[in-house]
């Protein structure tokens, strides 16, 4: 079994910082992109950030320069620092990874439980 577990989550003012983890654990071959996602209430949910395994980034246009992600191979781990954090970045933050449990297996995508982030303005 695979799980992803993220914590990091929080409430906190216009401007301020957080820094979402997320790791994975048990039976894992390898891991392929690592993502992380959110969803706003009444909003569908959108990708915010993704790492492949070479540590290839790219992000949604509105957090381009204030959200960083990173992720440690040796820990099956992914990260997202956010910076300048603004009341629109408001929502339930979802780690997403493409995971293959063996050598014959095809990588399929797992799912946190998600952290809520609130940002107050």
């Known amino acids: 079994q695979v799980q992803l577990v993220e914590s990091g989550g929080g409430l906190l003012q216009t401007g301020g910082s957080l820094r979402l983890s997320c790791a994975a654990s048990?039976?894992?071959?390898?891991?392929?992109?690592m993502s992380w996602y959110r969803q706003a209430p009444g909003k569908q949910r959108e990708l915010v950030a993704t790492i492949t395994s070479g540590g290839s980034a790219n992000y949604a246009d509105s957090v381009k320069g204030r959200f960083t992600i990173s992720r440690n191979n040796a820990k099956n781990t992914v990260d997202l620092q956010m910076n300048s954090l603004k009341p629109e970045d408001t929502a339930v933050y979802y780690c997403n990874a493409d995971i293959s449990v063996g050598p014959a297996f095809w990588a399929k995508g797992y799912w946190g439980q998600g952290t809520q982030v609130t940002v107050s303005s």
């Open positions: 048990g039976t894992i071959f390898s891991i392929n992109a």
